[in-house]
């Protein structure tokens, strides 16, 4: 009975880190990482946490300007300028961050 338990926890892990998106809302008591749009994961998130790039998630990173943009469906770092990265994600309901490989 133990090794059945035991098999179902790691399968149950395996299915959670399998499908994870993009953007986890974090709390005191843990993160939930079911998140494709950024307004969805702030919304969740409330007053009571925070909401992070899922860095298990991010895909490779297109382009080697300062800010990108970090969506659903891919990293696009091809903004100079903060406010045109934070405009860029806005309309994409992403998020704009600082390019961690430059």
């Known amino acids: 009975m133990k090794k ?17 998106a993009p953007y986890c809302a974090v709390f005191s008591w843990g993160k939930q990482c079911y998140y494709y ?13 925070a909401c992070v ?16 943009v970090v969506a659903s469906y891919g990293t696009e770092c091809f903004y ?6 934070r405009q860029a994600a806005s309309s994409a309901n992403a998020v704009c961050a600082v390019n ?3």
């Open 80 to 85: 100079y300028d903060a406010n045109s990265c």
């Open 4 to 20: 059945i338990i035991i098999f179902f926890m790691l399968l149950l892990s395996a299915i959670n880190n399998s499908f994870s």
């Open 37 to 49: 749009d950024w307004n969805s994961c702030q919304s969740s998130a409330g007053n009571d946490g």
């Open 100 to 102: 961690q490989n430059r």
């Open 53 to 68: 790039i899922n860095q298990n998630e991010v895909k490779a990173a297109r382009g080697n300007a300062p800010f990108c």
